[in-house]
């Protein structure tokens, strides 16, 4: 059974900069695919970022130049770095794995889930 347990969400204003860090246990993080999705209020949960086990990676058109997405195997986290934030960033932020090595957009496809992590954006 995976775990995994988001940090690093706050409040900020709009132009600023947060970093998500989503550590796992529990598993071999190396085989597992990683997504970031977000979910603002009154709205279903989408997609932010995925990446595959060596590295590919996707994100939706909402966010492309402005987030990134890594890994770092050796510490079992996958990192969301956001930059240019706005306002409709403001949202609860969870990470997912899935067991396998490619990356998916679709929530469906992602077994296990973080508690979330809340990201405000003050205009």
């Known amino acids: 059974q995976v775990q995994l347990v988001e940090s690093g969400g706050g409040l900020v204003q709009a132009g600023g900069s947060l970093r998500l860090s989503c550590a796992a246990s529990?598993?071999?993080?190396?085989?597992?695919?990683m997504g970031w999705f977000r979910q603002a209020p009154g709205k279903e949960r989408e997609f932010v970022a995925a990446i595959s086990w060596r590295g590919d990676i996707s994100y939706a058109d909402s966010v492309k130049g402005r987030f990134t997405i890594s890994r770092d195997n050796a510490k079992n986290t996958v990192y969301l770095q956001m930059n240019s934030l706005k306002p409709e960033d403001t949202a609860v932020y969870y990470c997912?794995?899935?067991?396998?090595?490619?990356?998916?957009?679709?929530?469906?496809?992602?077994?296990?889930w973080g508690q979330g992590t809340q990201v405000t954006v003050s205009s």
């Open positions: 529990g598993g071999t993080f190396s085989r597992y695919a």
């Open positions: 997912a794995a899935r067991d396998t090595y490619y990356r998916s957009l679709y929530e469906a496809d992602y077994a296990y």
